[in-house]
């Protein structure tokens, strides 16, 4: 049975930083495609970043370098730095599995957790 447990939400101010971490059950980080995703109040899940099975990152525009995936195939997590946070950032952040291709639409991704909350405030 396939798990991804998000963890590393929190309330910020406006410039702070956060590091979001996805333990993966069932599935090898390795062997998947894996993304983050976000739900902000009021609005559909948007992609905000991929990294393919080898490791190669893609990001939402709006990310503008300011966040960055990464993975540890050995402890089989995934990882979300976000700085510089923005209020428009508050938002729900889930974390996706798939083995089709490194896309930030949704409904490519059969495998979800059950998210964490990132809170920004001025």
């Known amino acids: 049975q396939v798990q991804l447990v998000e963890s590393g939400g929190d309330s910020v101010q406006v410039g702070g930083s956060l590091r979001l971490s996805c333990a993966a059950s069932?599935?090898?980080?390795?062997?998947?495609?894996l993304a983050w995703f976000r739900q902000r109040p009021g609005n559909g899940r948007e992609g905000v970043a991929t990294?393919?099975?080898?490791?190669?990152?893609t990001y939402a525009a709006f990310v503008k370098g300011r966040f960055t995936v990464s993975k540890d195939n050995g402890k089989n997590i995934l990882y979300l730095q976000m700085n510089n946070l923005k209020i428009e950032d508050t938002a729900m952040y889930y974390c996706?599995?798939?083995?089709?291709?490194?896309?930030?639409?949704?409904?490519?991704?059969?495998?979800w957790g059950r998210g964490t909350q990132v809170t920004v405030s001025s």
């Open positions: 990294i393919s099975k080898r490791g190669i990152p």
């Open positions: 996706a599995g798939g083995d089709s291709s490194a896309t930030l639409t949704p409904s490519r991704y059969p495998h």
């Open positions: 069932g599935i090898s980080t390795s062997d998947y495609i």
